[in-house]
T-cell receptor, first 108, second 112 residues
Framework: QQPVQSPQAVILREGEDAVINCSSS?????VHWYRQKHGEAPVFLMI?????EQKGHEKISASFNEKKQQSSLYLTASQLSYSGTYFC?????????FGPGTRLSVLP | DTAVSQTPKYLVTQMGNDKSIKCEQN?????MYWYKQDSKKFLKIMFS???????INETVPNRFSPKSPDKAHLNLHINSLELGDSAVYFC???????????FGSGTRLTVV
């Protein structure tokens, strides 16, 4: 079962903040976040494990609410280099599935 | 010092042909994968090998056959190519206990 991501796309000005959400209908062991720039491979950003921990990577952080099977990716003070498609990947213990992606465009 | 390398980067071929994509990783990872990314950017698992043993084989036409000669290599052979096979194919690897997948740069396959 593919997780749901929202929004599908978001356009920001440099310096603005954004939140990308990922939700699953299954109980999850972990959630991964990846960023894929146009024409490139997806790059691993971080993993969130059961326990609701929050993680950070540069000015990008994420949280995981295991009771709601939801994760959110927070991008603060966005930079032009943050543009790309963000994928969550969910591990239910039975399989690992990527979400459909959220396209983020950061404009100067 | 490329971590996961796949060749070729681009592949244009006619319907009905047979083609192969090669993947090698030098990370010492024990699991390798093939993913297909379609025009809508969906990343779908096709196969997964752990230490040369097939562990995931999703609903993929049997025209697709993976082969892992050793744990550092995972190749994908496609027979009788169809227009719908056009996509970007990514190889990836991971290691138990270490987070995340490392992806190769992708092979853009175009079937004409």
């Amino acid at each position: 079962q593919q997780p749901v991501q929202s929004p599908q796309a978001v356009i920001l000005r440099e310096g603005e903040d954004a939140v990308i959400n990922c939700s699953s209908s299954k109980a999850l062991y972990s959630v991964h976040w990846y960023r894929q720039k146009h024409g490139e491979a997806p790059v691993f950003l971080m993993i969130l494990l059961k326990g609701g921990e929050q993680k950070g990577h540069e000015k990008i952080s994420a949280s995981f609410n295991e009771k709601k099977q939801q994760s959110s990716l927070y991008l603060t003070a966005s930079q032009l280099s943050y543009s790309g498609t963000y994928f969550c990947g969910t591990d239910s213990g039975q399989n690992f599935v990527f979400g459909p992606g959220t396209r983020l465009s950061v404009l100067p | 010092d490329t971590a996961v390398s796949q060749t070729p980067k681009y592949l244009v071929t006619q319907m009905g042909n047979d083609k192969s994509i090669k993947c090698e990783q030098n990370l010492g990872h024990d699991t390798m994968y093939w993913y297909k990314q379609d025009s809508k950017k969906f990343l779908k698992i096709m196969f997964s090998y752990n230490n040369k043993e097939l562990i995931i084989n999703e609903t993929v036409p049997n025209r697709f056959s993976p082969k892992s000669p050793d744990k550092a290599h995972l190749n994908l052979h496609i027979n009788s190519l169809e227009l719908g096979d056009s996509a970007v194919y990514f190889c990836a690897s991971s290691q138990a206990g270490a987070p995340g997948y490392t992806f190769g740069s992708g092979t853009r396959l175009t079937v004409v």
